[in-house]
């Protein structure tokens, strides 16, 4: 039974940095692509970073981040303890959403195969 449990979300003033973990169970990162979607107030779910099922500490994988959050956010995984990371800086009002870690079995699509239950994340400006 595949589960993905997110934490280290909350409340921040604008400007401020969370990290964001997913630990999953019946997934090996090895088989999946891991990401993370958010879904604002009024929104859809969006990817908004995504990294592939070959990374790992040797080896450079392929990594994908939407333009809005590009160079303030930061994807990684730990595929020893299966955990994913989502290390987010200079957070803003738009940043305020559900944060989601989704697991897509092969390739990194939009789709994801299973879903965790989101950790909220709220920015005050």
């Known amino acids: 039974q595949v589960q993905l449990v997110e934490s280290g979300g909350g409340s921040v003033q604008a400007g401020g940095s969370l990290r964001l973990s997913c630990v999953a169970s019946?997934?090996?990162?090895?088989?999946?692509?891991m990401g993370w979607f958010r879904q604002g107030p009024k929104k859809e779910r969006v990817p908004i970073a995504t990294?592939?099922?070959?990374?790992?500490?040797?080896?450079?994988?392929?990594?994908f981040y939407t333009d809005s959050v590009k160079g303030r956010a930061t994807i990684s995984k730990d595929n020893a303890k299966n955990i994913l990371y989502l290390q987010m800086y200079s957070l803003q009002p738009d940043d305020t959403a559900m944060y989601y870690c989704?697991?897509?079995?092969?390739?990194?699509?939009?789709?994801?195969?299973?879903w965790g239950q989101g950790t909220q994340v709220t920015v005050s400006s």
């Open positions: 990294i592939d099922r070959v990374a790992t500490i040797d080896r450079d994988g392929t990594t």
């Open positions: 989704a697991a897509m079995l092969s390739t990194c699509t939009r789709y994801p195969d299973h």
């Open positions: 019946g997934v090996s990162f090895s088989d999946y692509c």
